[in-house]
């Protein structure tokens, strides 16, 4: 129940700010909030998956929880290329950064699923 909750909580946050920072430009305005914005979908994607295998009956392993991980960080910039998301002409250092911050929420996130005990 608490990887539940906590995924749901940070995708309602992360839903929020992305909707948001669209809605009003603000990715563009602070180009920071991009960053921001990956570190928590990764920190949320290793708490979903996470609940997932619970949710199985399976004791979640870091190994996959990193590799699914890595799988929705890929999909996520594959899907901002599919979409005509407009690109900066540092696009590999951008994409790099992304994917970095990506993987350190989900290391926060893989930190979060040590301590609970479901």
Same mark, same amino acid.
């Given at each position: 129940?608490?990887? %539940? %909750?906590?995924?749901?909580? %940070?995708?309602?946050?992360? *839903? ?7 809605? %009003? ?8 909030? =991009?960053?921001? *914005? ?9 708490l979903f998956v996470a609940w997932i295998a619970v949710s199985l009956g399976k004791k979640p392993h870091i ?19 599919? *979409?005509?998301?407009?690109?900066? *002409? ?26 609970? =005990?479901?």
């Open positions: 129940m608490q990887l %539940f %909750f906590l995924q749901t909580v %940070f995708l309602v946050l992360l *839903a929020t700010l992305h909707l948001t920072a669209l809605h %009003f430009a603000l990715y563009w305005h602070y180009v920071w909030l =991009d960053t921001v *914005a990956h570190f928590l979908g990764g920190l949320w994607a290793v190994l996959g929880l990193i590799a699914m991980l890595s799988l929705i960080a890929l999909g996520w910039e594959v899907f901002e290329l599919w *979409a005509g998301v407009p690109r900066e *002409a540092n696009f590999a250092l951008d994409t790099s950064i992304d994917l970095l911050m990506d993987m350190l929420g989900g290391v926060v996130g893989l930190v979060v699923v040590g301590f609970l =005990d479901e």
